[in-house]
């Protein structure tokens, strides 16, 4: 009723939510134009283990557009890191394995980015306060920068990522054009 009442306020604006349900039990995704998936593969469960992320998010994409045949913006993703905090192996909590996980998630990302993914927000820009609890030490560590708006090692992943990206999209005809949106309102 939510969705339907939005569309006709202003038809012409795509509608969404964000969800981190199964495919299969998410109640909302029929309804919508565009899905939105929050997924932290190898923070909150399979810890540590980011060569699962590839086969993990491919799946997920997969499964969602195979559903739904709808747009896909991959609307959270990364992982807690204590700036300065270095370990080789990366190792949760280090600026290594924050932005391992994100290159991980990137390889993704890229190749459905041609398909049907037709955003990505990492979660998050600066770290940020909580409440107290056990599983959380003075906030939310998963931005990019500090409280302070210090850079961590993922800041200058993401910045050469996103100049890439921009660089590509500034030349659209040297990227194909996704069969999918070609009829969308996201073109």
């Known amino acids: 009723m939510v969705i339907a009442h939005t569309k006709a306020l202003d038809p012409s604006r795509p509608v969404t939510f964000v969800t981190n349900s199964n495919y299969a039990a998410d109640k909302g995704a029929p309804y ?24 993990q998010l491919t799946t ?26 270095h370990q080789d192996p990366p190792l949760m909590f280090t600026e290594e394995y924050q932005k391992s996980l994100l290159e991980q998630y990137h390889v993704v990302l890229d190749q459905k980015r041609r398909k049907y993914v037709v955003g990505e927000l990492v979660w998050n820009f600066a770290d940020f306060m909580t409440e107290q609890s056990p599983t959380r030490v003075l906030g939310n560590k998963k931005g990019v920068f500090t409280r302070q708006r210090q850079p961590k090692s993922a800041a200058f992943l993401l910045r050469e990522r996103y100049w890439k990206i921009a660089n590509e999209t500034r030349y659209p005809h040297s990227v194909a054009k996704s069969q999918c949106l070609e009829n969308s309102p996201f073109t």
């Open 32 to 55: 919508v134009d565009v899905i939105c998936l929050n997924s932290y593969y190898s923070w909150y469960h399979d810890y540590g283990h980011l060569e699962l992320i590839q086969r």
């Open 60 to 85: 997920q994409f997969e499964t969602w557009y195979k559903s739904y045949q709808k747009p896909i913006i991959q609307s959270e993703y990364g992982a807690e890191t204590i700036v300065g905090f």
